[in-house]
T-cell receptor, first 114, second 115 residues
Framework: DAGVTQSPTHLIKTRGQQVTLRCSPK?????VSWYQQALGQGPQFIFQ???????QRGNFPDRFSGHQFPNYSSELNVNALLLGDSALYLC?????????????FGPGTRLTVL | GQQLNQSPQSMFIQEGEDVSMNCTSS?????WLWYKQDPGEGPVLLIA???AGELTSNGRLTAQFGITRKDSFLNISASIPSDVGIYFC???????????????WGLGTSLAVNP
C-alpha cells in the first residue's frame, strides 16, 4: 500500500516563473491538504481539497492555486514565483469520513526560487 | 500565519535520558497531534489526543492533552539515537460552520541525542 507520494522531489525555478507540484494521496484517502514549510519553521496551511473543490484556505495569495482530480490526486500551482516562495511543499492526505485529524504526509517537494 | 508556542526550541541530550517538550496556545483546541520530521521527509504522526486530560502512550512516547485544552506535552523516555529529529505539535481548532477546522502548528523542537 503506497503512502502519499509527491513529485518532483526537487525543483529549481527563477523569479516570475510558474510551477506545478503533484501529489497522490494514500490509498483510500479522499482529501488532500497542501502546506508550505520554510526552513526552520513549522508547516503553514495553504489549502485543502475534497470532492475536487477547495474547501479551506490559509493566508496565501491567489498566486497559489490548486486542483483535485477524480482519482483524488492533486496539483499545487504557484504563479509569478518570488524568492520567498522557496520552501518545502508538503502534501497530506486523509479520509474525511475518519475526521480531519489523521493526516499522512508525503516526503515533500523542495522548491528553490533563484 | 498563526502558530503555537512550542518549547524548548532545541535539546541536546545523552542517550538514555528522558525528554520533555510542550506546546501552549491562547486558543482552545479539540485535538492535539504530535509529529516527528526527519531531514528531507514529511512529518510522521506519533500520537493523537482527542480529549482534555487524555494521556496516551506509543512505546517510549507519552503525550497528554492539557485539561484547559490550551496545552499539551510530549515525553520521550530512555532516548536512543534514532529519536533525533524535529518534533512538532499541532492543534486542531473547534469546528465552525461548514466544518472549517485548521491544523495550527508549533515551530518545532529539534532533538539531538549523543550516543
Amino acid at each position: 500500500d503506497a503512502g502519499v507520494t509527491q513529485s518532483p522531489t526537487h525543483l529549481i525555478k527563477t523569479r516570475g516563473q510558474q510551477v506545478t507540484l503533484r501529489c497522490s494521496p494514500k490509498s483510500g484517502h479522499d482529501t488532500v491538504s497542501w502546506y508550505q514549510q520554510a526552513l526552520g519553521q513549522g508547516p503553514q496551511f495553504i489549502f485543502q481539497y475534497y470532492e475536487e473543490e477547495e474547501r479551506q484556505r490559509g493566508n496565501f495569495p491567489d498566486r497559489f492555486s490548486g486542483h483535485q482530480f477524480p482519482n483524488y490526486s492533486s496539483e499545487l500551482n504557484v504563479n509569478a514565483l518570488l524568492l520567498g516562495d522557496s520552501a518545502l511543499y508538503l502534501c497530506a492526505s486523509s479520509f474525511l469520513g475518519l475526521g480531519y485529524n489523521e493526516q499522512f504526509f508525503g516526503p515533500g517537494t523542495r522548491l528553490t526560487v533563484l | 500565519g498563526q502558530q503555537l508556542n512550542q518549547s524548548p526550541q532545541s535539546m541536546f541530550i545523552q542517550e538514555g535520558e528522558d525528554v520533555s517538550m510542550n506546546c501552549t496556545s491562547s486558543s482552545i483546541f479539540n485535538t492535539w497531534l504530535w509529529y516527528k520530521q526527519d531531514p528531507g521527509e514529511g512529518p510522521v504522526l506519533l500520537i493523537a489526543l482527542y480529549k482534555a486530560g487524555e494521556l496516551t502512550s506509543n512505546g517510549r512516547l507519552t503525550a497528554q492533552f492539557g485539561i484547559t485544552r490550551k496545552d499539551s506535552f510530549l515525553n520521550i523516555s530512555a532516548s536512543i539515537p534514532s529519536d533525533v529529529g524535529i518534533y512538532f505539535c499541532a492543534g486542531l481548532s473547534p469546528a465552525n460552520a461548514g466544518n472549517n477546522r485548521k491544523l495550527i502548528w508549533g515551530l518545532g523542537t529539534s532533538l539531538a541525542v549523543n550516543p
